[in-house]
């Protein structure tokens, strides 16, 4: 689903020769990553539900293989202890393979924004489990805004 915000109030989509400034659509496409099933899936529906793309995967080898294809993904939501590679090591790797994916890391074990930032993985916030579906989007819905403004991902975590 994609959220389209119109020139101005009552605008009328544009002629084709008025060209597209006018007309700004922009979708935030999330990974989610997470080893447990149920999470993925309970995450997956209640975000594409308020408007994200949305894609799922279950290993952090599987995240990479995903992040190197289209479509393009603008965050990464990483559940933090996961088998093999774990979600600060997999945040590393995509800082550095794919700079402008940015990463938010949940689990169940709380972190403070010091110790995420201490983690030097480029994450840009962190979600304890569990939480609540609203908050989580309006939470990574703020946390994407600045990759459809232009801007750069951060390469600290100011949670």
């Not at 605008?11 to 979708?27: F, K, L, N, T, Y």
């Not at 949305?54 to 294809?69: D, K, P, Y």
Request: glycine share 8%.
């Amino acid at each position: 689903m994609k959220v389209c915000r119109a020139g101005g109030p009552g605008a009328q989509p544009p002629e084709i020769d008025q060209g597209p400034a006018r007309w700004r659509c922009s979708v935030t496409r999330v990974l989610i990553v997470d080893d447990e099933e149920n999470q993925r899936r309970t995450l997956s529906i209640g975000l594409k539900l308020d408007g994200f793309e949305v894609s799922t995967a279950s290993s952090s080898v599987e995240a990479l293989r995903q992040l190197g294809q289209p479509p393009e993904i603008d965050l990464c939501l990483i559940d933090l202890m996961m088998p093999g590679l774990n979600g600060l090591e997999l945040a590393r790797q995509i800082r550095r393979l794919h700079p402008n994916v940015r990463v938010v890391l949940c689990s169940a074990y709380h972190l403070s924004s010091r110790q995420v930032e201490r983690a030097d993985c480029g994450a840009v916030g962190f979600i304890p489990k569990p939480f609540h579906l609203p908050e989580i989007c309006s939470f990574l819905r703020a946390k994407a805004s600045a990759v459809h403004d232009g801007g750069p991902a951060p390469s600290a975590a100011p949670c």
